[in-house]
């Protein structure tokens, strides 16, 4: 790619009033970030951070302007960098990548070696897209479970926030290892596809009173993948079991959470944070490769909406106003 020409690309932009908006646009080799690696892109996807950052919603980018998508997979096309070579399949999802640095709506993205991994035999482009960011977060959390003594003889694991991408995927994840899954969810509407993606019981968030639960409540979950914190988690933490597991993954309706510390004192309840964003690169590589081979979705299919590049635009509102389910997949390469 010679520095005349030109290829498209969403632009994140802030204007005087400080209203942050996003169009596609053209731009040129040399206004892409530095790294040692280009990457011709394929695929990317939407995620709600990805919503918040193009809508100006939330607070999530940091330099302005800037090419959206934090995830990417794509073919290189050259590299600076010795572990990568062209047409090597790649992936690279968070560290700064679609916030701080050019991401991954655009046809090319230059990116730095260290935040790249080489796409693991059994994922093919599209398939780690439809994992992307999400997947990568909901592995992670089933990954530190199981570190922490997490096994399906333990007893049912509870997923929050359950037709989200995150919970969607975590629910095929543990249901494919062999755990009886249970679905939280505020859409009675899904039950019959999250039955169909491996829930073995759904709970309805409305037929719980939130607002009414004791510091200790009756004990039933061996595990628990929290995607919405809040006094959601509250309730989870207290109806955890002796020695159970929660993953604190998101915080979809309240980034607060007032809770006691008697499941934790009384029953030895682990809390475990989760983060995807800058989660070392051994953990990753670790996390990619099972995400390849036992932790791939067995009905990964069933969450991908593909949609055109020039559709993206469009696509955000989705995302804010609660109505995307599962994983949209950006198509950057016509």
């Given amino acids: 790619m010679g520095e005349g020409d030109s290829f498209k690309a969403l632009l994140i932009e802030q204007d005087e009033a400080r209203k942050v908006h996003a169009s596609l ?26 919503a918040l950052a193009a809508t100006g919603a939330g607070k999530i980018i940091r330099r302005f302007p800037c090419v959206g998508g934090i995830d990417l997979s794509g073919e ?26 050019h991401g991954g709506y655009a046809e090319y993205a230059r990116i ?4 790249v991994i080489p796409l693991p035999s059994g994922l093919d482009l599209l398939e780690a897209m439809a994992l992307g960011t999400a997947g990568l977060t909901s592995a992670l959390g089933i990954v530190r479970m199981e570190d922490n003594g997490l096994a399906p003889g333990n007893g049912p694991v509870l997923v929050t926030g359950a037709t989200g991408g995150v919970g969607g995927l975590a629910i095929d994840m543990l249901a494919r ?31 719980i009173d939130f607002d009414k639960v004791r510091p200790m409540e009756a004990a039933r979950w061996a595990g628990a993948v929290d995607n919405v914190g809040g006094v959601i988690l509250h309730w989870v933490l207290a109806t955890m079991r002796q020695d159970g597991v929660v993953a604190s993954i998101g915080n979809a309706a309240d ?3 007032s809770t006691t510390v008697f499941p934790f004192i009384l029953r030895g309840v682990s809390l475990l944070g989760v983060d995807s964003g800058y989660a070392n690169m051994a953990i990753r590589q ?22 055109r590049f020039d559709e993206l635009p469009n696509a ?16 950057i390469l016509d």
């Fill in 25 to 50: 646009t053209s731009l040129s080799p040399t206004q892409l970030d530095v790294g040692e690696v280009l990457i011709r892109v394929h695929f990317s996807s939407i995620n709600y951070k990805d």
């Fill in 76 to 101: 290189v096309v050259e590299s600076a960098d010795l572990r990568f070579k062209a047409g090597d399949a790649v992936i690279a999802t968070s560290y700064d990548i679609g916030v701080a640095h």
């Fill in 112 to 115: 730095p070696a260290d935040w």
């Fill in 177 to 207: 290892l062999g755990y009886e899954v249970v679905a939280l969810t505020g859409k009675p509407e899904e039950a019959d596809f999250l039955r169909r993606i491996g829930a073995a019981d759904i709970l309805l968030r409305g037929e």
């Fill in 255 to 257: 980034f607060k959470l």
């Fill in 286 to 307: 670790r996390v990619w490769k099972r995400l390849a081979v036992d932790l791939k979705p067995r009905h990964l299919k069933d969450f991908i909406h593909i949609i």
């Fill in 316 to 331: 955000f509102a989705a995302f804010i106003d609660g109505r995307a389910r599962g994983r949209t997949v950006v198509r």
